[in-house]
């Protein structure tokens, strides 16, 4: 998933608050999502939630299965799109499909 030029990894938390692409991981394990770029530059968390009274978009909380690859859900994945997308400026994204 993802592309070499931006896409969402999944990400596991350290105790430094510090998050690494976790791509050994199994997804089930997966406490969020977050857009990156090649440059660096990583967008806002979107963690996971353990249950669905937890879950709140609005505040990047989200409850979902994301299966053994760890795949964000699809409002999600359009959503981390978007931070990818405002980073790096509408002329970056001439020849990128549309999402
Ligand atoms: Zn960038």
């Known amino acids: 998933m993802g592309s070499e030029a931006g896409g969402t990894v999944v ?3 350290d105790p430094e608050g510090e998050s690494e692409p976790a791509g050994l991981l199994d997804g089930r394990d997966a ?6 770029c090649e440059c660096g ?5 979107w963690a996971r939630v ?4 937890e879950h709140d978009i ?3 909380r989200v409850h ?3 299966g053994l690859y760890g ?3 699809d409002d999600v994945e359009s959503a981390l799109r978007r931070e990818w997308a ?4 509408p002329a970056a994204l001439e020849g990128w499909p549309e999402a």
Do not use: E, L, Y
């Open 86 to 89: 405002d980073h790096v400026g």
């Open 41 to 45: 530059w990583r967008g806002p968390m």
């Open 50 to 53: 353990a249950t669905s009274a």
């Open 64 to 66: 979902a299965d994301p």
């Open 11 to 13: 990400v596991g938390w």
């Open 58 to 60: 609005g505040r990047r």
């Open 71 to 73: 795949d964000a859900p």
């Open 31 to 36: 406490v969020g999502w977050r857009a990156v």
